[in-house]
């Protein structure tokens, strides 16, 4: 019998018409240790559960035959509720279909009259621990849930038209985090973090990271210090034990605004992309980096650059990167798609493996510029895969501008390999390399194509150049590349070329014949 | 590269399944040339080699030149090159490249 020195092992509900039943069913239960609440039908059973709310019981045992509504529906409409307790179907008919009836319809255990202690005991027992934990879940998922929000609300308040962000969690809460700080009226670090993993955990030690960051940056460090800090605390405090194993790649960009500069630091993160005023596209510190929390000496890659109006720099975590891989395109393409899209694509995050952030910073906000979709740097003797390379142009600028047409998209795709091989063969020696570059101007709807080598260049006059129709066969892919795009320049004495496209439908350019 | 003498209009239309580029274009030409120069075909019963190109998307210079190859060694037989496509890319490249004025380009 339960008391307040003894409490109950659990509080039972028991459902039968007959009232010796119940009675026997309540002696046993209380010498088992449990609470007991008796019900006649099952519209007082159904009254109970819900004035008292099913929480209240952690187990009901139904009487499979009871009058009006029999046991299998009040079970069935107990499926219904949010959290049931977990029911034990208990009657005298031992027919084989009445027990399997009972169990499809969620029954935990099926008890023949007369009932047992030594058969109460465990079914009543197990029962209740279902229930328990059926609740158990349910509050975690409940708080999961708010947790999500709190993380992607955190995230958003750092949005604004500097700074332009989309985060996908694979789970409901990931590891990823993008950081703003302002250090003064000229200053202001930007943080594109990505905690090891994709789980509760990995946003426990994201949002610890956060916390600490936070307090640091009112003592205005020097990025690299601030980023040593972090390290040390990380490789201390919870890397020294290898089953607390955890890391954090991560991107810092320290924003000079006074001297239109910025410095990019990369702790293991992907490459960070820069384009200027002129689209113009490059990846920034190359130099080998290792995550936050692996070695004490912490090893950095860091570039300082000039952030001037019109510029545009990107930063991503490795779950763009693996999704990128796993389509097939760049990650700037899929950045583009992503930030300008009006709605996501689900088919596409349905694919990613990991948490997805990507950032996008403008100089100059109010300035309308070129926006990255593309950047390859090609190693000498690339020229044999150039039909995979096409491909994967083609890919990347379909994902990225969905409605760009295919005359359009074709002219393009056939200018970039003409480029493309004319810079392998003639601007390129064994150890040279190619860099491909495309962007796209959105308020002038304008896409703008670079091709640079190392080479000399050249004093190739393709203005005049004019294919004889008799026959003569030099000189016509330099024709394509002149006729094909919207206007055309060469960079740096020829090493260098550059193509733009208008990509406005009527824009379709007719030859002038000379 | 399936092919078809059609006597009636004495008309040897060969179908282009890919993109004409110039990492496929020599094998292209190749296989083109075995067709041209089979024994089993008279010269006398065809004068015009159609090319169907509506399985390509792309020619690029290197695929342009073989076309242009293609209408010397025809002409040179006294034969002649017609040229179908329905892509406004590669009729394009056609008009700007002149190869227009070297063989005869209709829509699929």
């Known amino acids: 019998m339960s008391s307040d020195l003894n409490p109950a092992l659990g509080h039972v509900l028991a459902v039968d018409d007959d009232e010796s039943s119940r009675v026997l069913l309540s002696r046993l239960l209380d010498r088992l240790g449990y609470q007991v609440t008796t019900a006649g039908d099952a519209e007082q059973a159904r009254n109970l559960l819900q004035e008292s709310g099913a929480d209240r019981f952690d187990c009901i045992l139904i009487d499979y035959f009871l009058p009006g509504q029999d046991g299998l529906a009040l079970l069935e409409w107990m499926n219904s509720l949010e959290a049931p307790p977990a029911a034990i179907i208990v009657s005298s008919d031992s027919n084989r279909e009445t027990v399997r009836a009972s169990l499809h319809h969620g029954a935990t255990e099926y008890l023949l009259k007369p009932v047992r202690a030594s058969d109460l005991k465990p079914a009543v027992a197990t029962a209740c621990l279902r229930s328990r934990n059926r609740r158990l879940r349910r509050e975690q998922q409940t708080a999961l849930v708010r947790l999500a929000r709190i993380h992607q609300s955190m995230m958003d308040f750092r949005t604004n038209d500097c700074c332009r962000h989309f985060h996908h969690a694979r789970g409901a809460v990931g590891g990823d985090w993008l950081g703003r700080y302002r250090l003064d009226e000229n200053r202001s670090l930007v943080m594109v973090a990505d905690v090891s993993g994709h789980d509760l955990v990995a946003g426990f030690i994201s949002a610890y990271f956060q916390g600490f960051v936070r307090g640091l940056i009112d003592r205005k460090p020097p990025a690299a210090s601030l980023l040593a800090e972090l390290n040390s605390l990380l490789c201390m405090g919870w890397s020294h034990d290898a089953s607390l194993m955890n890391s954090i790649s991560l991107c810092a960009i320290d924003l000079h605004q006074d001297e239109g500069a910025a410095d990019i630091y990369r702790c293991g993160s992907p490459l960070v992309a820069l384009s200027d005023a002129e689209g113009a596209v490059r990846n920034l510190a190359y130099g080998p980096s290792s995550p936050l929390g692996w070695f004490d000496d912490l090893q950095l890659s860091h570039e300082r650059i000039v952030f001037a109006e019109g510029s545009t720099l990107v930063a991503w975590t490795d779950g763009l990167e693996a999704l990128a891989e796993e389509i097939s395109v760049a990650p700037l393409s899929l950045a583009y798609r992503l930030l300008d899209s009006a709605s996501p694509d689900p088919g596409l995050l349905a694919r990613a493996d990991d948490d997805v952030l990507v950032v996008r910073l403008a100089a ?3 300035v309308a510029s070129f926006l990255p979709l593309l950047v390859h740097v090609y190693p000498a003797g690339q020229q044999t895969r150039i039909d995979d390379l096409q491909a994967g142009w083609e890919r990347s600028l379909r994902i990225a501008l969905p409605g760009l047409e295919d005359a359009r998209l074709f002219d393009v795709l056939l200018c970039l390999r003409e480029g493309v091989l004319n810079a392998f063969e003639h601007g390129c020696r064994d150890d040279g390399w190619v860099r491909l570059s495309v962007s796209f101007h959105p308020a002038r709807n304008l896409l703008r194509a670079r091709i640079e080598d190392p080479g000399f260049g050249h004093s190739l006059d393709i203005v005049g150049l004019a294919p004889d129709p008799r026959g003569v066969t030099r000189g016509r892919g330099l024709v394509l ?34 | 590269m399936k092919h078809e003498l059609v006597r009636e209009s004495k008309t040897l239309r060969v179908l282009f399944a890919h993109d004409i580029l110039s990492t496929n274009a020599e094998s292209l030409r190749t296989e083109l040339m075995s067709i041209v120069d089979a024994p089993s075909l008279a010269p006398t019963s065809w004068d015009c080699l159609e090319a169907d190109l509506s399985g390509a998307r792309m020619v690029d210079s290197v695929g342009l030149n073989f076309i242009a190859g293609i209408v010397k060694v025809l002409q040179k037989r006294g034969k002649r090159l017609r040229v179908r496509t329905a892509s406004p890319h590669i009729r394009r490249a056609f008009k700007f490249t002149r190869l227009d004025q070297l063989a005869e380009v209709v829509g699929a």
């Open chain 1, 364 to 366: 100059t906000p109010a």
């Open chain 1, 481 to 514: 590349i002149r006729d094909l795009s919207q206007s055309w320049a060469f960079e740096r004495g020829g090493a260098a070329l550059r193509l733009d496209w208008d990509l406005e439908p009527s824009m379709d350019k007719e030859l002038c014949l000379k």
